[in-house]
């Protein structure tokens, strides 16, 4: 029982380039999210999911893409990127009925 | 404004002190309040969850929530070195999972 998998841990990205971040976890939760974590602003949700074939936006959704094909998997998709996507990523997922989210180890990414 | 205020810090204690951490929230539908605790480089994980006003405790901490003054509170007893970690605020309205975190607090203890 691996929990909520993030990967990467790391990237460097150009201005420009695309990326997906994957989130996948393995205990069947129907809630799914993305959050970034800035210095001074915490934890921000970006986009959210309430099961499969479900998503919809937080407070920060602007030059991200979401899907959710299956209950298992959320990947976070970077169309362009910009600096100021520079940032911790985590995922964050919850399960029937319940209040608290559990959150994966993070992405660190960087955009030069 | 933020709908959630917390003071960054950093706070440093020496073991075995009381700690008190503090948030303030404006928006008055907030109704699920947390604190999370974050080591460096780590996810955040649940430390204490608390329903409309009141206190809660577990073990050497402590939540407290005045929702006439839109304060949220956590106090941390005989703190320990492992204690030391960033500690995140957070509320909800209508669904406890879409939460609106404070910046965090760095709490150091040292032994």
């Known amino acids: 029982n691996a929990g909520v998998t993030q990967t990467p841990k790391f990237q460097v990205l150009k201005t420009g380039q695309s990326m997906t971040l994957q989130c996948a976890q393995d205990?069947?939760?129907?809630?799914m999210s993305w959050y970034r974590q800035d210095p001074g602003m915490g934890l921000r949700l970006i986009h959210y999911?309430?099961?499969?074939?479900?998503?919809d936006q937080g407070e920060v959704p602007n030059g991200y893409n979401v899907s959710r094909s299956t209950t298992e998997d959320f990947p976070l998709r970077l169309l362009s990127a910009a600096p100021s996507q520079t940032s911790v990523y985590f995922c964050?997922?919850?399960?029937?009925?319940?209040?608290?989210?559990?959150f994966g180890a993070g992405s660190r990414l960087t955009v030069l | 404004q933020k709908e959630v205020e917390q003071d960054p810090g950093p706070l440093s204690v020496p073991e075995g002190a009381i700690v008190s951490l503090n948030c303030t929230y404006s928006?008055?539908?907030?109704?699920?309040f947390m604190w999370y605790r974050q080591y460096s480089r780590k996810g955040p994980e649940l430390l204490m969850y608390?329903?409309?006003?009141g206190n809660k405790e577990d073990g050497r901490f402590t939540a407290q929530v005045d929702k006439s003054s839109k304060y949220i509170s956590l106090f941390i007893r005989d703190s320990q070195p492992s204690d030391s970690a960033t500690y995140l605020c957070?509320?909800?309205?209508?669904?406890?999972?879409?939460?609106?975190f404070g910046s965090g607090t760095q709490l150091t203890v040292l032994p």
């Open positions: 964050a997922t919850s399960s029937p009925g319940a209040n608290v989210l559990t």
């Open positions: 205990m069947n939760h129907e809630y």
């Open positions: 999911s309430v099961g499969a074939g479900i998503t």
């Open positions: 928006n008055s539908a907030f109704q699920y």
């Open positions: 608390t329903y409309s006003s």
């Open positions: 957070a509320a909800a309205s209508g669904s406890a999972r879409q939460l609106t």
